[in-house]
């Protein structure tokens, strides 16, 4: 565990995701490019941009997603977050936040990336800054119990035809969509 396998394990799964778009295309040469040129570029400590780690958790019966009410961003977003030195992969990243967001322990990932995204954010080092964020699909048990953690405002189950006013309904769609084709 350390940010030596943090980012080999990013390599790798950027190196075996095959996006349909052309735009992805170009975003996964793009982001090899920066965990290429960043050895610490999977840690929050690089200003610049780090890579990020987030899941669209859905119940086993795909029809609903968790989403938390970020607050920070002050949307209804899917899980994710910072990679830790102390988690061996990148995938090993977005289950402990899901874990940690969802307050469900029996959770189940799809190692294979679901998406890619980048974005400008002022983040917890306080200064701009970019996220690099790889996405990945996680399974919940459809009775799964929630619990808010302390990192949202709120966080619910809603149904994947019935997103709320305030979600990131682009994003979320986007990845519903990606996930129900698999």
Known sequence: MSAESLTTSTIDVLES???AATSDEVLR?????????AP???????????ITASSLVMNEGRTH?????????????QLGGHCEESDATIVDAALREAREESGIDELRIDPTLLSAHTHPITCSLGVPTRHLDLRFLVYAR???????????????????DG????????????????????
């Not at 040469?29 to 040129?37: D, M, R, Y």
Request: overall charge negative; charged content about 25%; some cysteine.
């Open 40 to 50: 610490r570029g999977c840690l929050r400590e690089n200003v610049p941009g780090h």
């Open 142 to 160: 459809d009775d799964a119990q929630i619990a808010i953690s302390s990192e949202s405002d709120d966080l619910r189950w809603w149904p994947i």
């Open 17 to 19: 995701w095959r996006p």
């Open 65 to 77: 997603v968790l989403l938390t009410l970020h607050p920070r961003v002050g949307r209804w977003i």
């Open 29 to 37: 040469h793009t982001l090899l490019a920066f965990v290429g040129s």
């Open 163 to 182: 997103l709320p006013e305030n979600a990131e309904r682009d994003t979320i769609s986007e990845l519903v969509r990606l996930a129900l084709a698999r």
